[in-house]
Each structure stands twice: as structure tokens, then as C-alpha cells.
């Protein structure tokens, strides 16, 4: 396959990405520039951008004289995501701004659905993203951009615990289905329930 188009750079980013968060790179697989730009038939330049931009965000991990490598993440440090990500998404609970949230509403509703949709559809990395999509435009219904650009820097470690995690089916659908339950406790500002099911649904209880 050979890439063809303005960036190189962007495209290879995207294409490397998507398959990490597929689960087809797995977390701790080395990434080699030589293999890469063989297999996108370009130079290494837009190769080594690439993986500098992976790794900016969170997704490989870069050692000197070394090849690349999918973060893998470990037991102490997946717990250590999910307790933050729980102080994060309570804070954005509380201070949900109101108007925001209503104006909202109805593509959260929307995202809910869709992840159960792809799932179905057995497009478990599709539902990963809109699950994603999800928690993350909730975040952005607490109206601060610091709070906003800290989940985000956040969100590549959340996105590849819910590929190493790799619940079954059922499992997964129950978890997808608690979007729906936690907008509604937050339509009727039932905010303590709705950081409990917060809790559950993020520490999968």
C-alpha cells in the first residue's frame, strides 16, 4: 500500500494509530521506521514525524538507540488511570454546566447508541471510539479547558486499557449500555448517583 497525497506525515500517523487502537499492533510490539516506510513506500522522514506524534500523544514510547514501542501498561498503572480518570469525570459531573449539557444532550444520547450499535456490528474498535467520543465531549460540558486538555492527554492510555482489557461481548455491552443510565441521572441532576455508576462503570464493578 503506498500513500499518496498532501502529508505523508498525517496520513501515516492516522494509519498507525488506527491499528494500535485496533489491537492489530499490540502493546509492546516494536515499531521499526525501516518496516514502515517499506511498507508505505516512502522516505523515513514523514515515518520518524510519525511515531514522534505517537508518542506525544501517548501511544508509543521512544528510547534512545532503540526502535519504538506500543506503551504497555501495567497493573499498578492501569489502576492508577482509572482513579484519576474517576477524580476527573467527578469533577466535570460536578461543575456540569447546565445549558451546555442540555445543548449536548442529544449527541451524548446519540454517541450512547452508536457504541452499542457498533458493537453489535462486531466493530469492537469503532464502539472504543464513540465510547471515547462519549466521555469526552462530557468532560467538555464542564466548560474548562484545562480539565479538558488533561483528559485528553489522558484518553490514548484509556483507549488502549480498553483493548488490553479485552472484555467478551456481553460484558463489554453491559458497560456500553450504562452511558444511556448515567445522561439520565444527569437529565434529572441525580449527581450522586450518577458519579456512583461513574465509579462502577470505569473501575468495570
Do not use: W
Not at 494500535?20 to 516512502?42: M, P, T, Y
Not at 480518570?85 to 454546566?97: H, K, P, T, V
Not at 490514548?156 to 441521572?185: C, D, F, G, V, W
Amino acid at each position: 500500500m503506498k500513500i499518496v497525497s498532501r502529508s505523508l506525515s498525517d496520513q501515516v500517523y492516522e494509519l498507525v494509530k488506527s491499528e494500535i487502537l485496533k489491537g492489530n499492533i499490540k502493546a509492546g510490539s516494536k515499531i521499526s521506521e525501516d518496516a514502515l516506510a517499506l511498507q508505505f513506500g516512502v522516505s523515513r522522514t514523514p515515518i520518524r514525524e510519525a511515531i514522534r506524534r505517537l508518542s506525544e500523544y501517548g501511544l508509543v514510547t521512544l528510547s534512545p538507540r532503540s526502535h519504538a514501542a506500543v506503551v504497555k501498561i501495567s497493573d499498578k498503572v492501569a489502576l492508577d488511570i482509572a482513579s484519576l480518570r474517576i477524580d476527573l469525570e467527578f469533577f466535570a459531573i460536578d461543575n456540569l454546566q447546565k445549558e451546555l449539557f442540555e445543548k449536548n444532550y442529544l449527541e451524548l444520547s446519540q454517541l450512547a447508541f452508536d457504541c452499542q450499535l457498533q458493537l453489535a456490528n462486531g466493530e469492537r474498535d469503532k464502539a472504543f471510539e464513540l465510547d471515547s467520543a462519549f466521555h469526552s465531549l462530557l468532560i467538555q460540558c464542564a466548560d474548562n479547558q484545562a480539565l479538558t486538555e488533561v483528559y485528553t492527554r489522558l484518553d490514548a492510555k484509556i483507549q488502549l486499557l480498553r483493548i488490553e482489557q479485552n472484555l467478551e461481548p456481553q460484558a463489554l455491552l453491559s458497560y456500553l449500555q450504562q452511558h444511556t443510565n448515567i445522561l439520565m441521572l444527569l437529565k434529572s441532576d441525580d449527581k450522586f448517583s450518577a458519579k456512583k455508576l461513574i465509579r462502577e462503570h470505569i473501575m468495570h464493578q
